[in-house]
């Protein structure tokens, strides 16, 4: 349990990385690297995570209840927004890949070319 | 590189990652067991110091405010750069909204899709407007709500059709929501300097923690993040919706 977390984050790291190295539509690719993104997210609440802590909102209860890292937090959220900005760039691409040359599949890009 | 080749080398290569990784993962704190400075402290003087009882607010929109501007600004830059990528090629023609195009197989909405939606569309406004507005109260704030915003023309496109969405969000609506959103983040940021304080400094009267007029600057902040958001990401589903609806290639039956 002391790792669980962690091996998730670098679990899905890696999964996202192979999705994009193997893949043969960009859509997909572009899914993988959003899965690679998200192992961010679990690495940065688990280096924030306070066992029996709550949410940092102290609407409910008082300060100085134990409660987690706001940080973290913050930068996760931060890490979302561009990921999602990152996404919508890369479709706009694909979108246009996809016009230039009749398919998504990167494999096929080459050779059509000539 | 042959497909089975490039697989191989990854999976090599994946390997010592893997290895790299674990090698630093056990080097941290045991999971839950935190360890750093920070979290504790801004937990402890957070509220008194800025009176919003988010504490993910205060260090969002205030103690690292300068980082949020340009977060924010790196979304308005990948909104442009979307509008410009699908822009409509020299060899592409416009073409009144047509849902019904030869490269359009999307099936017909039911009925249940519009019923439901058109009736999810207010709710969901009004819970986008409220996660924006209570931003530095409860979780969520600018970016939270603003996508929730941007759902709900989402919903409109669903329910109705593309001249629908075009007509409650007009594309001049949405290009000055963007800009007055980001400029706004910009002008608060201005106050501060405007008061003989640091740039992005929280010099309005901070009030009491847990009311609505509270934490000075941060329900402002979130106004203008929700306003940006919300405008930016209609745009974006707009720019994609267009390209199956609007822009005709050369040669395509319309």
Request: hydrophobic share 50%.
């Amino acid at each position: 349990m002391r790792l669980l977390p962690y091996l998730v984050a670098a679990w899905l790291l890696l999964v996202g990385l192979y999705g994009i190295v193997t893949s043969r539509n960009l859509v997909h690719a572009i899914t993988c690297l959003s899965v690679a993104q998200s192992s961010t997210y679990i690495l940065l609440l688990s280096v924030g995570f306070e066992r029996g802590g709550t949410a940092p909102i102290f609407l409910d209860v008082p300060v100085g209840t134990r409660a987690v890292d706001p940080v973290v937090g913050a930068l996760t959220l931060t890490d979302i927004v561009v990921g999602a900005t990152v996404s919508a760039l890369l479709l706009a691409l694909a979108v246009q890949a996809h016009k230039h040359h009749g398919t998504l599949d990167p494999e096929r890009f080459r050779s059509e070319q000539d | 590189m042959t497909p089975t080749l490039r697989r191989r080398v990854f999976l090599a290569a994946a390997v010592v990652a893997a290895a790299l990784l674990l090698w630093g993962l056990t080097g941290l704190p045991p999971f839950g067991v935190y360890e750093g400075p920070y979290g504790d402290v801004l937990n402890q003087v957070a509220v008194a110091e800025r009176k919003a009882t988010n504490v993910v607010a205060s260090v969002t929109f205030d103690y690292r405010g300068v980082d949020t501007l340009g977060e924010e600004f790196i979304l308005f830059a990948a909104v442009i750069g979307v509008a410009i990528l699908l822009r409509a090629r020299r060899d592409e023609r416009e073409e009144p909204p047509d849902e019904d195009a030869a490269d359009r197989r999307a099936p017909g909405t039911s009925n249940a899709v519009r019923v439901l939606g058109l009736a999810l569309v207010g709710p969901v406004v009004l819970f986008g407007v409220y996660v924006v507005t209570h931003g530095h109260l409860t979780p969520g704030g600018g970016f939270q709500g603003g996508v929730v915003l941007a759902t709900g023309a989402l919903l409109v496109y669903l329910s109705g059709e593309y001249v629908t969405l075009r007509r409650v969000s007009p594309e001049v609506l949405l290009d000055s929501a963007e800009s007055v959103g980001a400029a706004g983040y910009v002008l608060v940021g201005l106050l501060g300097v405007a008061a003989g304080a640091t740039f992005l400094a929280n010099v309005l009267p901070l009030g009491q923690p847990g009311a609505l007029l509270s934490a000075g600057t941060i329900p402002l902040i979130n106004l203008a993040v929700g306003l940006e958001v919300a405008g930016g990401f209609i745009l974006l589903l707009s720019e994609f919706l267009e390209q199956t609806l609007v822009i005709r290639r050369p040669g395509e039956v319309t």
